[in-house]
């Protein structure tokens, strides 16, 4: 393998996204690392190469971000995907017919809908719980479970799994604990560092946070499974092109800059929220009222930019979509500029009305991704847009 860079976990976080997994290029001194956009390499001689075959299994580009976000997160190996949805898929090919995986079941839509509807056809069975309890956790895992997969906080209604007492489990019971991680970023947040094997994120939120790519990408510490995720990733092809994959590192150096930007935005525009609309409507960790503040303070270093809304009605939820300027009524998250979204039809459209209702995503809905602007000016954007509610 050619992953490991422990040398990097030395310097802080900030240091980390700029340099880590990367140097300048030995030929010509760039500091950024070259796209190499090829699809083949020349080899010297019969069996005879520099490490690269082809660009299926390996990119000079691709691994410096994957070598960049792995020691972000505090592991060994990192495998990039060609988006959050392929990473994720190519993770669920680890297992095999049979096999159980408990699942949180607040999670993205498009995680449900590729289990529920696709993989239970290839013999994957699925358990979805509300992780925010460890029992309920125990009390789904069955003697063919494999995998304990969850979200956290969780998209859109902000639930947090415990993440010590879930690797807890998952040690106990002899199962992977596989964490999405998009949400936090390894800013606010490492799972690795309480037990999880495998942390994955779409780097198109946060990680790029411009809202120009998309990408998934996965990190592990142990050797074997790393060993796996080669052979999916090279077999399976759900790889990244070297331009997406140099954007993504592009994204990671502001990391540190920006997730405190969302930050202090994201507590801002809460607490306008809260003072406004009433507390017990916004979701979001960093509010006092939120019923798991304490757990998101003890293992999380910041709450981020994304809180969700209950506006009470549909209608009411569509006077906000339709009246911001700042905020715009897109899909997706994580990017520098504010997006606003209603979660029912877009984001998690695909999971059937019964167990949205049960979970609470209602039609009165709405999820804001704050960005970086101005607080003001997000702010009086919002005003404007709750006129009259």
């Not at 190499?36 to 690269?52: E, I, M, N, P, R």
């Not at 592991?75 to 990473?87: D, L």
């Not at 167990?355 to 999820?367: H, P, Q, S, V």
Request: glycine content about 10%.
């Amino acid at each position: 393998m050619t992953r490991v860079f422990d040398e990097d976990l030395s310097a802080r976080f900030a240091t980390r996204t700029i340099h880590a997994g990367q140097r300048p290029d030995p030929t010509t001194g760039a500091i950024m690392p070259p796209i190499y956009q090829t699809s083949t390499y020349v080899q010297d001689a019969l069996g005879v190469h520099k490490g690269y075959e082809y660009a299926r299994g390996k990119n000079p580009t691709r691994e410096a971000l994957e070598r960049n976000v792995a020691t972000l997160e505090g592991g060994r190996h990192g495998f990039a995907f060609s988006s959050g949805m392929g990473c994720l898929d190519s993770l669920m090919k680890l297992f095999k017919s049979g096999d159980h995986i408990v699942c949180g079941e607040n999670v993205y839509g498009g995680t449900f809908r590729l289990f529920d509807r696709i993989l239970r056809h290839f013999g994957l069975a699925f358990t979805f719980v509300d992780t925010r309890d460890p029992q309920r956790i125990e009390d789904a895992i069955t003697a063919s479970t494999v995998a304990l997969l969850v979200e956290t906080p969780t998209n859109p209604l902000m639930r947090l799994t415990d993440l010590a007492a879930a690797g807890d489990i998952a040690k106990r019971r002899g199962i992977l604990l596989i964490v999405d991680n998009t949400f936090a970023t390894p800013a606010f947040q490492r799972p690795l560092e309480y037990g999880a094997h495998i942390v994955y994120h779409s780097s198109t939120k946060y990680l790029n946070g411009h809202s120009d790519m998309v990408g998934g990408i996965a990190v592990v510490l142990e050797d074997s499974l790393a060993e796996q995720l080669q052979f999916i990733a090279n077999a399976a092809g759900a790889v990244p092109g070297p331009m997406d994959a140099w954007l993504t590192l592009r994204g990671t150096k502001t990391l540190a800059l920006r997730m405190k930007a969302h930050d202090a935005n994201g507590r801002r525009v809460a607490e306008w929220l809260a003072n406004r609309w009433g507390a017990e409507r916004v979701i979001y960790p960093g509010l006092p009222t939120h019923p798991q503040h304490e757990l998101a303070k003890k293992q999380m270093a910041g709450f981020g930019g994304m809180i969700s809304v209950e506006m009470g009605s549909r209608d009411a939820a569509a006077k906000v979509l339709n009246g911001t300027h700042v905020y715009a009524l897109a899909e997706s998250l994580g990017g520098v500029e504010s997006l606003i979204n209603h979660p029912a039809t877009m984001t998690h459209a695909s999971v059937p009305a019964d167990m949205r209702a049960k979970m609470g995503i209602t039609d009165g809905l709405i999820r804001l991704s704050t960005g970086v602007e101005d607080a003001d000016d997000l702010i009086a954007d919002l005003e404007q847009a709750f006129a009259g509610l």
